[in-house]
């Protein structure tokens, strides 16, 4: 017998198996490498920045000086008087912090009116239909949000299509101001945010068992009561799921409320983009970012903790 085979290594019971999966583990991590370096790169490289600009000094003409500083986060709420140095609150800043968080919620408010039916319309029309109707709700995804935003100002400008109808058949005798307001805003958004409200809901009522819907009419409930007690507690994951995706954009939205409202109808974003642009307070833009983000991972773990509580109850 020679000497290699008598000295042929033993493994205990196991022992191969748990070599094979840690020899897997690393294989995988060597692959997924290059995202988490672009990750850490292009998502939390850029945040730290702002974490760190939001405890600095600004500059006298934009960046910042490497001096520790509170202003920034002290003046998203409050300001100082230019006179005696007081504290009083930012009036702009908490009207622009509502008018944000109010345009978001109607925006999600009329998504939800006008995607849920549409939703319902898709999912109940036969199997060779339902796919030109998702293909003409996604079609606005394959055109440029300025395209589109300036396609809604055709349409309510003083000049646009909604006044020259209603000037012709003479509901009106002069043009509705409607841009530069929060109409202007909350109509542009509900229409460029709306198939983000219809696919999720699609999605959940293409799943819904029909058969229940019918059991409940068996059991003499009526259409609202149906809808009220089977279908919407069948369908909610996919409408909490359209309302976190049209609340968060819609929240930081820069666009739109730049073409729609003009320069007096601001909006988070906008505030944002102002910082680090004319106003030259880059910590202050930081401190503004950061609050956004919160808002933003605040949604989003509602959105988590109830789906949650959902798969939890079954």
């Known amino acids: 017998m020679s000497e290699a085979t008598t000295h042929r290594p033993t493994y205990r019971p196991g022992e191969l198996e748990a070599e094979a999966n840690a020899a897997d583990n690393r294989n995988r991590w060597l692959l997924s490498l290059p995202a988490l370096v672009i990750i850490v790169c292009a998502a939390a490289g850029p945040l730290l920045v702002m974490v760190v600009y939001s405890f600095l000094t600004p500059g006298d003409y934009g960046n910042v000086k490497w001096e520790f500083s509170l202003e920034g986060w002290i003046g998203t709420l409050v300001q100082r008087d230019i006179f005696d140095d007081t504290l009083m609150w930012a009036d702009a800043h908490l ?15 009329l998504t939800l009116i006008f995607g849920v039916p549409t939703a319902w319309f898709i999912a109940t029309q036969p199997p060779s239909r339902k796919q030109f109707w998702l293909f003409l709700v996604t079609v606005p995804f394959w055109t440029n ?72 009419h068996d059991l003499y409930a009526g ?92």
């Open 223 to 314: 259409r609202w009561t149906a809808f009220r007690r089977v279908i919407l507690p069948l369908i909610k994951p996919g409408i909490i799921a359209g309302s976190i995706l049209v609340f968060v954009p819609s929240l930081g939205a820069y666009v739109t409320p730049r073409v729609l409202g003009g320069g007096k109808n601001l909006m988070f974003g906008n505030l944002i983009e102002l910082q680090f642009g004319a106003g030259r307070n880059w910590p202050l833009g930081a401190a503004l970012s950061l609050m956004l983000m919160a808002a933003v991972m605040v949604s989003l773990i509602f959105y988590v903790r109830v789906t949650s509580r959902e798969q939890a109850d079954g």
């Open 145 to 216: 949000l300025l395209v589109r935003t300036i396609a809604i100002q055709e349409l309510i400008r003083s000049e646009g299509v909604i006044n020259l109808v209603l000037l012709k058949i003479g509901i009106i005798t002069e043009p509705i101001q409607m841009m530069f307001t929060d109409f202007a805003i909350g109509f542009g958004m509900t229409y460029v945010y709306l198939p983000l409200m219809v696919l999720p809901v699609y999605a959940a009522v293409d799943k819904l068992d029909f058969r229940l819907v019918e059991a409940a």
């Open 95 to 109: 009207s622009i912090f509502w008018r944000s968080l109010s345009l978001s919620l109607i925006t999600t408010f």
